[in-house]
């Protein structure tokens, strides 16, 4: 399968190297490798048909900071006259117009190559546009990495319950909140040094509002209230409330209740939102630390949760490899049906 | 597809259920439906070409105790002459010799039948016989109910982590012993008064050596270190210890130190063990109550957590019906190929 690689940062390079030490398991258990066509960062480009080296790809973007040549058209240009089978899609969030990702996007799409993105923006502003373009040109849309990481949220919903109604996804979605919570939690110490030493870990960015005002939380509750309860919602339909209010004291209280204090996501036939919750001890949302971790009530299973790492270079590489070997799959058995 | 269901107690009932329940969602995604050709409790059966009705055979069992006929011959033997596609044995674990379970697989497997299956025994003392019998006769033995019921933990491993590299599998296998050691905890009452609770609760047998000696986490940790690390063994090659010896004290000095008292089943490429762990709180496998988790470590991934309901009517039903839509669905696609 041919892929071109766009976005060439933490998310990419990931890929790259996962892509280079995977490709045997692919091989092996499907019959077909992954060729790396095209890869871009920001402003270069390079170009094979014949593959490029993913391992080479990754030294060049270290030691030169660039992957090649200077890009003179938009990328968007370029993925309509390139060819290749499979976009992986990893540039930045973009909550504002979901640019340069959007129009990334639905340059494949337009011409019915699949996609496979990490990129929360489109998925939280344009949804329903992305999936009925992929649908009307029979192609694939996948982003397990947008929401969650590692965690396999979506394949789970969409591949292992079919059988199941889902109800409700309750989650904690932001990795930087609940380490906040946890800290302020287990050290007894307020917001604003938990938030600190989150921001030394590298945890939370300098300016931490996308995190603790729950936006990065409500784009993963948007992009899953369409992926698995066949919403149309974008994030600012997400009512929200983050963590900026919560003060030592009531993190106090709710532990002599032997309860937590959690920023959940809440997804339903109904809708979204992000809120902070209280959640008794040894309940699965009172997990600590930085993982992400939805609990999915449905009619049979009754509940099932699953969580995992929400960020990270192998990690979200994981996520994307998963989608890779899905599509991979299916065109598989669409070639052997033709 | 025509299935032979056998085992029609608490499990097989709520199979039956699901299947009704059910069949609109599968003939809406995969164009067939189940039709049981036949079912047997432990004494009589009802067999019918053109298809049983599934809550009619709930009725009859509720109603009279049985299916229909007496048996005169072996299950077993009534398997190799009937005609089906996929068997579903449901009958009760026996871990001494695993019977009748074991010639119900064996004589389905034989003839080439896809067998699904919640039964414990089989899989914790002839995995690899009945792996390599299906493999030998192109057939597929699924077995997501006979560990952690409704947690889909070993779809998760085969269909999702295909890219991953599993390096161990650590879980709370038996929500029984999970829930005594809660209520210690909790409550601060002792291991005699929590387990006497468990019983009248409904979670533990009258005689609850099965739960609270291991055995049951045991034979789970054998049928995962054998499906998913590879290895050939029985439950008695997994190392046992339970938690009949953890008192009170142990429990109290391990909350001092924010650290919970848990039985865990661990899987490696090495083998497995199960034994009492201290957990610290806030850990994915510090959960109370009587769920059942698994905390699996991968290359790219790092962890991934998967938890659900171990036991319960529809719950185990779950599992099961999970494990029929994967077998229809691979059949469709050979169906396409040929």
Known sequence: ????????????????????????????????KVRIVAAFDSSTYAVDKSGLDPLDLVKRKAAKGKLGKVRKDSIAEMLKALDYDTLVEMTPTNIKDAQPGLSHIRAALGKGRDVITSNKGPLALKFRELANLAEKNECELRFEASVGGATPVINMARELLVCERICSIRGIMNGTCNFILSRMESEGIPYEPALREAQQMGFAEADPSYDIDGIDSACKAAILANAIMGL?????DVERTGIRGINLDAVNLAMQERKVVRLIGEVTSRGAEVSPRLIPRGHPLSISGTLNLFHIRTDLAGEITVAGRGAGRYETASAVMADIYTVMKLRRSIGQRD
Do not use: C, P, R
């Open 232 to 236: 149309d919602i974008t994030v600012h």
């Open 1 to 32: 399968m041919d892929v071109a690689l766009v976005g060439f940062g933490t998310v990419g390079q990931g890929v790259a190297e996962a892509i280079a030490t995977k490709n045997h398991v692919l091989e092996q258990s499907l019959g077909d």
